[in-house]
T-cell receptor
């Protein structure tokens, strides 16, 4: 089983739609969780951290389910500019602080 | 902009050349990373330098050699590369369990 797994997509949605991505992780001792966004041919940029109680930033909501070992990202009212690859990142556990990246989920928002 | 600066941004080199990629971070972080991202593939961790650990991905060929003279600078020395080494090379830094910040990357083409 891969350490961090994501559905690569692509998710193809119309503007205004709500879309959700899940990411599962294998190390139950993982301590930090993040969502990054990567545009084509650019570097990944932090979208938001994921907290145990869940957190929201505008149209974006992140959730953590430790029991089932997954995190989720919900995007409401999708914009064309949301088209990108969304990377799930997990850190910590087993004495290592190295961030482990999922392969990313591609989102395409169309008019 | 992100506090992590990579040079050069673009590099074209022949298979017999020797070149070095440079990364500098101004964030006071104590860990630095090299990642490779080939076209349409996930991020691949190459090397990590931190106070807690140094990690080398055993699958990385010896034609890539890292150097970390201090906590702010990281180099990736390249020699006798192959065309399949053409990719986006990303440097990142982080502090403890917090999120990693990426440089803009060096787009390397081996001819």
């Amino acid at each position: 089983r891969k350490e961090v797994e994501q559905d690569p997509g692509p998710f193809n949605v119309p503007e205004g739609a709500t879309v959700a991505f899940n990411c599962t992780y294998s190390n139950s001792a993982s301590q930090s969780f993040f969502w990054y966004r990567q545009d084509c041919r650019k570097e990944p940029k932090l979208l938001m951290s994921v907290y145990s109680s869940g957190n929201e930033d505008g149209r974006f909501t992140a959730q953590l389910n430790r029991a089932s070992q997954y995190i989720s990202l919900l995007i409401r009212d999708s914009k064309l500019s949301d088209s990108a690859t969304y990377l799930c990142v997990v850190r910590g556990g087993g004495g290592s602080y190295i961030p482990t990246f999922g392969r990313g989920t591609s989102l395409i928002v169309h008019p | 902009e992100t506090g992590v600066t990579q040079t050069p941004r673009h590099l074209v080199m022949g298979m017999t050349n020797k070149k070095s990629l440079k990364c500098e971070q101004h964030l006071g972080h104590n860990a630095m990373y090299w990642y490779k991202q080939s076209a349409k593939k996930p991020l691949e961790l190459m090397f990590v330098y931190s106070l807690e650990e140094r990690v080398e991905n055993n699958s990385v060929p010896s034609r890539f050699s890292p150097e970390c003279p201090n906590s702010s600078h990281l180099f990736l020395h390249l020699h006798t590369l192959q065309p399949e080494d053409s990719a986006l090379y990303l440097c990142a830094s982080s502090q403890g369990q917090a999120e990693a910040f990426f440089g803009q990357g060096t787009r390397l083409t081996v001819v």
